[in-house]
């Protein structure tokens, strides 16, 4: 996937007065991301058949208003520009299974990073640890967290096709473990850190075959627990 996983109280009521308009989420979703060169790798001399390995950083941030009933999020969809392509079919992979067992090969980890809950009213930091998935389209993020309550579970990042202005998109239907962690306990994610890479310049996990000057158009679409949906448009910024 930032305030966007939420953690609060009253987790049980949330679903049945979600359909209420009224009701409906204040809090803001916005996202932040970012691409920058892997080992060298030039975005001058990219191009399809040999796109430029790199770094991407997706920032999803929730600015969180509590007037707010209880809430978490359900379900994310990143849209990647069409001259984002995924190479983790050549990679090293796991499973989800693997994840949770600690049992991934090294060469399968493809980044990592940090988050923020709001859980139980408190703010709880997530560890985040990025997997390549064995298939080839999935990429898997293992989400752990201590107090207030503990978190342990696995994002698992679809990758399919897109249309427009996209060429592809990530589909992550966040677990139930993850948006309720406690009995009568949401889970709201305000802060996603996270940055995946991995592979070398000839297969890239991460390529990039242009990079305009407008930077390249990345999406969101992100579903609550009370049936509120937001969607965000930015474009990602080159760092060298």
Excluded: W
Excluded at 9 to 30: M, R
Excluded at 124 to 151: F, I, K, S, W
Excluded at 174 to 181: D, I, R, T
Aim: hydrophobic share 40%.
């Amino acid at each position: 996937m930032s305030r966007t996983l939420v953690a609060v109280t009253g987790a049980v009521t949330a679903l049945a007065v979600a359909a209420s308009p009224a009701l409906a989420v204040q809090s803001k979703q916005s996202m932040d991301v970012s691409v920058s060169p892997v080992k060298k790798a030039s975005i001058a001399k990219a191009s399809a058949k040999r796109p430029a390995n790199v770094a991407l950083n997706l920032h999803p941030k929730l600015a969180f208003n509590k007037t707010d009933s209880p809430f978490a999020t359900s379900k994310a969809v990143i849209s990647l520009d069409r001259n984002i392509s995924f190479g983790g079919y050549k990679l090293p992979g796991c499973t989800a299974t693997q994840v949770m067992l600690d049992t991934c090969g090294a060469n399968a980890k493809v980044g990592g990073g940090t988050a923020m809950a709001l859980a139980a009213g408190l703010d709880e930091p997530l560890t985040l640890t990025a997997y390549n998935g064995n298939d080839g389209r999935t990429l898997l993020v293992h989400v752990q967290g201590q107090r207030p309550v503990p978190m342990n579970d696995v994002l698992i990042a679809t990758l399919s096709k897109s249309s427009g202005r996209y060429g592809s998109k990530m589909t992550i239907n966040v677990p139930a473990s993850l948006q309720q962690p406690a009995p009568g306990v949401l889970a709201t994610l305000l802060d996603f850190n996270l940055t995946i890479k991995g592979g070398n310049n000839s297969s890239p996990l991460i390529g990039v075959s242009n990079f305009p000057k407008r930077g390249l158009n990345i999406g969101g679409a992100f579903t609550f627990t009370d049936g509120t949906k937001q969607t965000v448009a930015t474009s990602a910024a080159y760092k060298r």
